[in-house]
């Protein structure tokens, strides 16, 4: 919407004739106001709250209902919900395909989300996978994935990316973590390392090779997240193993990815890449700045070193402040 603080201005400057002036008040007025966004917000809404509402009565009223029947509703609603998407699924390509509707999309989403209640419904209580632990999430990341590229779904995609996050996870460390409570390790941080740039990849290979090119910015900020914040936090781990990766190799591939990050942002101009780029940047840079002055500090003598210290964090701040107040020009945008 044209703010009336801009057209008055324009009238001043006599820029804009008063009869054009006129016309845009009265189309502004008169536009009808588009519910589009909010309605997709409540439909996703819907049907996580359906979800939910159906797992909480089927818990309630188990022994009446029955597992049997519980599994076939399930099932059922699931297949109902793939027939449906199938049946208005545009015809394939890799470029991005014409959308269909809005329902087909969703009802795809919901049955994705039945096949995961279903998959967790038969393990817990048939024990349907065993102790193949791998097997109930590799599965799922597997048929996401491939729903993902036949419906183009980057809802699907996403998930089928968690699912494959979850996979690497329970591949490297099964069960430990939660007898240890050792969530962290650090052979997971480097698979979550190694799977993120895997990502990374598959986002750039997308886009540089045409191949669903839509598709790049999921790959690229979950698997830079992944990346980032792994490394972040491995970075950080006062209690590293002995198989972790050193800290000064950490800061190198934070710091190059934080600036890949920010060029793909000023390219694109996306606000997300260099929120992400500059935001990890700086813990990095902290890092270094904090490990550095302490392990130059004489703890008997030299006060300023934390001086120094303490001066850093509003400075820092201020810095902050800074690039929010510039983060146009920083993107190229006027």
């Known amino acids: 919407m044209l703010p009336e603080a801009v057209l008055t201005e324009l009238l001043e400057h006599q820029l804009l004739p008063p009869a054009q002036a006129e016309r845009i008040r009265q189309d502004e007025a008169t536009r009808p106001f588009s519910l589009h966004r909010e309605l997709r917000l ?10 939910g509402g159906l797992g909480v009565l089927i818990y309630q009223h188990i022994n009446e209902i029955g597992h049997g029947v519980v599994v076939a509703a399930i099932t059922l609603l699931m297949l109902g919900c793939f027939g449906y ?12 395909a014409p959308r269909a509707g809005f329902l087909p999309d969703y009802a795809l989403l919901l049955g994705c989300l039945l096949f995961i209640t279903l998959e967790t419904y038969l393990q817990v209580q048939y024990s349907f996978f065993g102790t193949r632990y791998g097997l109930v999430t590799l599965l799922p990341a597997g048929l996401f994935l491939g729903l993902a590229y ?51 990849a598959a986002g750039i290979a ?28 491995t970075l950080l781990d006062f209690t590293p193993g002995p198989d972790s990766l050193p800290p000064a ?17 000023r390219r694109t101009h996306s606000y997300l890449f260099l929120l992400m780029g500059v935001g990890y940047a700086y813990t990095a840079v902290t890092y270094v700045v904090v490990r550095f002055l302490v ?20 400075l820092s701040a201020v810095g902050v402040i800074l690039f929010f107040v510039n983060i146009k020009k920083i993107l190229g945008l006027r």
């Open 150 to 200: 036949w419906f183009d779904h980057r809802g699907v995609l996403a998930m089928g990316i968690t699912a494959l996050a979850s996979w690497v996870g329970v591949t490297i460390q099964p069960l430990s973590a939660f007898a240890t409570n050792n969530f962290w390790h650090s052979r997971l941080s480097t698979a979550a390392i190694g799977l993120g740039l895997g990502l990374m």
């Open 85 to 96: 998407a199938a049946r208005h699924r545009p015809p394939f390509t890799w470029a991005e």
């Open 249 to 265: 190799l950490l800061v190198l591939l934070i710091l190059g990815v934080c600036a890949a990050l920010i060029w793909h942002a």
């Open 42 to 51: 409540l439909l996703y809404l819907g049907i996580v709250l359906l979800s």
């Open 295 to 314: 392990a130059t500090a004489d703890y008997g003598h030299d006060g300023g070193v934390f001086m120094l210290l303490f001066l850093y964090v509003p």
């Open 206 to 233: 997308s886009e540089r090779l045409g191949r669903k090119a839509h598709f790049a910015f999921t790959y690229l900020s979950l698997g830079s997240n992944l990346l980032l914040l792994a490394a972040t936090a």
